[in-house]
């Protein structure tokens, strides 16, 4: 049974960066793709950056230009390195891969 778990979340100043972790547990990612996404406060869910290999990402919309999918095949594991958040990245943070979805991580950025 696969398992998605992210962590990394926390408060941070607005300028800051922050990295979150997705581990995956009872499933190879291989080539499979892997995605963030993020919910803000009374909004929709959004895709931040999808991602194949250590090599292939697609970095789309609120994040684009301020974060980068660091891929780890061997350990299963795709990070999300975050830098110059706003208050408005305030969001859970979400991984999903293999047709599962973690439960979340906050991240709350004040100005």
């Known amino acids: 049974q696969v398992r998605v778990v992210e962590s990394g979340g926390g408060l941070v100043q607005a300028g800051e960066s922050l990295t979150l972790s997705c581990a995956i547990f009872?499933?190879?990612?291989?080539?499979?793709?892997v995605d963030w996404y993020r919910q803000p406060p009374g909004k929709a869910r959004e895709l931040v950056a999808r991602n194949w290999s250590p090599d292939r990402t697609l970095n789309i919309g609120p994040l684009k230009g301020r974060a980068q999918l660091v891929r780890d095949n061997l350990r299963n594991r795709v990070d999300l390195q975050m830098n110059n958040l706003q208050p408005e990245d305030t969001a859970v943070y979400l991984c999903?891969?293999?047709?599962?979805w973690g439960q979340g991580t906050q991240v709350t950025v004040s100005s």
């Open positions: 999903s891969a293999l047709g599962v």
């Open positions: 009872g499933g190879a990612i291989d080539n499979n793709a």
